[in-house]
């Protein structure tokens, strides 16, 4: 069964602000044909719907956080003399956009 339709696939890639050769277009739609029926596959392994999904890759994943304590920071004029251009205490960058 196709879920994905080539104006689906055509539709999806406007979105994204590109075009599609027909040729691309039914290579994405044989991916998804292969990824729906691994998909197929998974689903079909006895008990899967009672088994808890992973919220991590790894099983033993704990998040640490340190204590949120003030710590001296570097004089920012050392810092500034890093840079060629500065105006006060910012770093000048050429314009990139206009």
Request: glycine share 0%; proline share 5%; hydrophobic share 35%.
């Given at each position: 069964m196709n879920r994905f339709t080539k104006e689906m696939v055509d539709d999806y890639a406007n979105k994204l602000l590109f075009d599609l050769t027909p040729e691309e277009n039914k290579m994405v739609l044989d991916e998804f044909e292969i990824i729906d029926r691994n998909c197929d596959a998974v689903n079909t392994i006895p008990g899967i719907a009672e088994v808890?999904?992973?919220?991590?890759?790894?099983?033993?994943?704990v998040v640490e956080l340190r204590?949120?304590?003030?710590e001296p920071s570097?004089?920012?004029?050392?810092?500034?003399?890093?840079?060629?251009?500065?105006?006060?205490?910012?770093?000048?960058?050429?314009?990139?956009?206009?």
């Open positions: 808890t999904p992973m919220t991590h890759c790894l099983d033993d994943f204590d949120d304590e003030a570097v004089d920012i004029e050392l810092l500034l003399r890093n840079s060629d251009e500065t105006s006060d205490r910012e770093v000048e960058l050429p314009k990139v956009v206009d």
